[in-house]
């Protein structure tokens, strides 16, 4: 499952799932979408996060996860 701060950054519609990081107050950055299957997070989605929060990570010079 997703870390707590994760999934703080995940918004929750009826049928969708977005991903998202706000790195300051101009700047949100998607992350993924997917379709919501179940009420938990699919393992490849979670594993889809958490490399694209690194690569951004990677280029902004911060950590995020």
């Known amino acids: 499952s997703l870390r707590r701060r994760q999934r703080q950054m995940c918004i929750r519609e ?3 799932r977005v991903f998202y990081i706000t790195v300051d ?7 993924h979408s997917c379709r919501k299957q179940k ?7 979670a594993n889809i996060v958490r490399k694209r929060a690194k690569e951004l990570g990677n280029m902004l010079g911060r950590k995020f996860i």
């Open 14 to 16: 009826e049928n969708n």
């Open 25 to 31: 107050k101009e700047n949100i950055y998607l992350l």
């Open 39 to 45: 009420n938990k997070t699919e393992k490849k989605d």
